[in-house]
């Protein structure tokens, strides 16, 4: 037995199979519960994620499937528990709607490190036996403890990438503390991820360098996004002239690619940050133990730290460079996506064009 509504009348787009063309789908959402918050979508982020799940690229996709982990939209209707949102209010959801509230990391406001596992925005299965679908839709009811409060002088449009792209990159940002003036921080790819590092690092105060295989983001790195300097990954001379000078490195390729060459450009006790997925991760211990550095990894951030970034991005000003488009091109914009021809996120006008 399921809370899902016999009404159909959530509007989304899904894929059906492995194909992930997306196409028109109607579908019910669950009623609204005590501690719920419903929300008309104005927009949602196009990422990466989009694209595997809609293709069973990890052989898990529960069709049909209506992708979309950036959502941003107002309030409709509240539960009578709901006690941090009014209707009319500005919102956003991101990569996870539930968790067990009740482990450790939950208990910390790291919900996305549940004991038990979080709830994903799409393609999981939530405690009422439904599986979740995400924000290529016209509205989704999400517990009011996953959804997050955007200040009212930020652009809807603009805070989607914020809540997947944006918090990727602040959360380990802010764990290794790059948010001190001064120090020095290489960010290795330039799409979604890698040009909200340029611009959170460089509202922190940090000297950021752009490492990047394509010459022609030269220009936007330093221009647009105002990088300090842009380096050819591939051009040894210019690696070899920054070695040991960087304090942080945030690494957001998914390709595969070698790590010594970047390691060696720490200074000693700098600290390398992994959130992309390349196939493997292989360096030789002296590019760790020499210089006693440091590698992590990260995902996105837990539900107080996704609320500060959202406050911070509109205290300072720090919007993600977008292409917004309707949803009939959401299928173009995946393709794109995969060959990287994005400048630098996606961001479906659900609002206007799902009607």
């Given at each position: 037995?399921?809370?899902?509504?016999?009404?159909?009348?959530?509007?989304?787009?899904?894929?059906?199979?492995?194909?992930g063309?997306?196409?028109?789908?109607?579908f019910?959402?669950r009623?609204?519960?005590?501690?719920?918050?419903?929300?008309?979508?104005?927009?949602?982020?196009?990422?990466?994620?989009?694209?595997i799940?809609?293709?069973?690229?990890?052989?898990?996709?529960?069709?049909?499937?209506?992708?979309?982990?950036?959502?941003v939209?107002i309030?409709?209707?509240?539960?009578?528990?709901?006690?941090?949102?009014?209707?009319?209010?500005?919102?956003?959801?991101?990569?996870?709607v539930?968790?067990?509230?009740?482990?450790?990391?939950?208990?910390?406001?790291?919900?996305v490190?549940?004991?038990?596992?979080?709830?994903?925005?799409?393609?999981?299965?939530?405690?009422?036996?439904?599986?979740?679908?995400?924000?290529?839709?016209?509205?989704?009811?999400?517990?009011?403890?996953?959804?997050?409060?955007?200040?009212?002088?930020?652009p809807?449009?603009?805070?989607?990438?914020?809540?997947?792209?944006?918090?990727?990159?602040?959360?380990?940002?802010?764990?290794?503390?790059?948010?001190?003036?001064?120090?020095?921080?290489?960010?290795?790819?330039?799409?979604?991820?890698?040009?909200m590092?340029?611009?959170?690092?460089?509202?922190?105060?940090?000297?950021?360098?752009?490492?990047?295989?394509?010459t022609?983001?030269?220009?936007?790195?330093?221009?647009?996004?105002?990088?300090?300097?842009?380096?050819?990954?591939?051009?040894l001379?210019?690696?070899?002239?920054?070695?040991?000078?960087l304090?942080?490195?945030?690494?957001?390729?998914?390709?595969?690619?070698?790590?010594?060459?970047?390691?060696?450009?720490?200074?000693?006790?700098?600290?390398?940050?992994?959130?992309?997925?390349?196939?493997?991760?292989?360096?030789?211990?002296a590019?760790?133990?020499?210089?006693?550095?440091?590698?992590?990894?990260?995902?996105?951030?837990?539900?107080?730290?996704?609320?500060?970034?959202?406050?911070?991005?509109?205290?300072?000003?720090?919007?993600?460079?977008?292409?917004?488009?309707?949803?009939?091109?959401?299928?173009?914009?995946?393709?794109?996506?995969?060959?990287?021809?994005?400048?630098?996120?996606?961001?479906?006008?659900?609002?206007?064009?799902?009607?």
């Amino acid at each position: 037995m399921t809370s899902e509504t016999s009404t159909k009348d959530c509007l989304g787009w899904a894929a059906r199979d492995p194909s992930g063309v997306l196409s028109p789908y109607s579908f019910g959402r669950r009623a609204v519960g005590s501690d719920d918050v419903s929300i008309t979508i104005t927009h949602c982020g196009i990422c990466y994620a989009d694209v595997i799940w809609t293709r069973n690229k990890h052989g898990d996709s529960k069709y049909p499937l209506v992708p979309g982990h950036e959502i941003v939209g107002i309030v409709k209707e509240v539960g009578p528990n709901v006690c941090r949102f009014k209707v009319g209010d500005h919102v956003g959801v991101g990569t996870y709607v539930n968790s067990c509230r009740d482990c450790e990391y939950c208990n910390h406001g790291l919900e996305v490190h549940c004991a038990k596992g979080s709830v994903y925005t799409f393609n999981a299965i939530d405690a009422d036996g439904t599986i979740t679908k995400g924000g290529y839709s016209s509205y989704i009811v999400v517990h009011e403890r996953y959804c997050f409060s955007i200040p009212n002088n930020y652009p809807l449009a603009s805070a989607a990438p914020l809540l997947c792209a944006g918090i990727t990159v602040y959360t380990p940002m802010m764990r290794h503390k790059m948010n001190r003036p001064g120090k020095s921080l290489g960010v290795i790819g330039l799409g979604g991820l890698g040009h909200m590092a340029v611009k959170f690092g460089k509202a922190f105060g940090l000297t950021v360098t752009v490492f990047s295989t394509s010459t022609s983001k030269k220009e936007e790195a330093l221009n647009l996004l105002g990088a300090d300097k842009f380096v050819v990954s591939s051009d040894l001379e210019q690696m070899k002239a920054l070695a040991k000078s960087l304090d942080f490195i945030v690494d957001t390729a998914s390709g595969d690619h070698p790590f010594d060459a970047y390691m060696s450009l720490l200074k000693v006790a700098g600290v390398y940050v992994l959130v992309g997925f390349p196939s493997e991760v292989k360096f030789s211990p002296a590019s760790l133990n020499i210089g006693a550095k440091t590698v992590s990894g990260s995902v996105t951030g837990g539900t107080k730290e996704t609320q500060e970034m959202l406050d911070y991005c509109a205290a300072n000003k720090i919007y993600p460079q977008i292409e917004i488009i309707p949803i009939q091109h959401a299928n173009e914009a995946l393709e794109r996506l995969i060959k990287r021809d994005v400048k630098y996120r996606f961001v479906i006008d659900i609002e206007n064009s799902l009607k």
